[in-house]
């Protein structure tokens, strides 16, 4: 939700948006972006998942685990949690980057193009250190 706020949108890039849905379709989200070239994907499982939980025969582990996700991620999308991420704009988990890059190296960037930014890295102190998430703001 961070990129809806002016004062965190240095390029004024997401601020073009009207929400956070027209971010994630118009701004290089991958899973949305490459969800019809595999519609196996996570990305496009979680999205039949939520169009029809009670007619789901996707990830036996899928489930459960958006489940939790949505409970998690409601509050935040709804402006109703306070931001633990200190102002970040950016993030990616850096294992399964790598992990599909290696399985995918046309589709996939081994690192994402934000890092060439003008950012630097947040410290999340909520998150355990086997989480593998990384998170950035502007400078």
């Known amino acids: 939700m961070n990129r809806l706020n002016p004062s965190l949108d240095k390029k004024g890039y997401w601020t073009k948006q009207k929400d956070a849905v027209d971010i994630i379709k118009n701004t290089g989200f991958d899973g949305y972006k490459h969800q019809y070239k595999d519609p196996n994907s996570d990305y496009s499982q979680a999205m039949k998942y939520m169009d029809d939980p009670s007619n789901f025969n996707g990830y036996v582990k899928l489930p459960g685990f958006i489940d939790d996700l949505i409970e998690l991620c409601l509050p935040v999308y709804h402006g109703e949690t306070t931001d633990i991420t200190d102002g970040s704009v950016y993030y990616y ?27 630097v890295q947040v410290q999340i102190n909520e998150l355990s250190p086997n989480d593998d998430f990384a998170f950035y703001k502007y400078k």
């Open 93 to 119: 988990s850096p294992k399964a980057q790598a992990d599909l890059h290696a399985s995918n190296p046309g589709l996939h960037k081994q690192t994402p193009d934000f890092l060439a930014e003008d950012i």
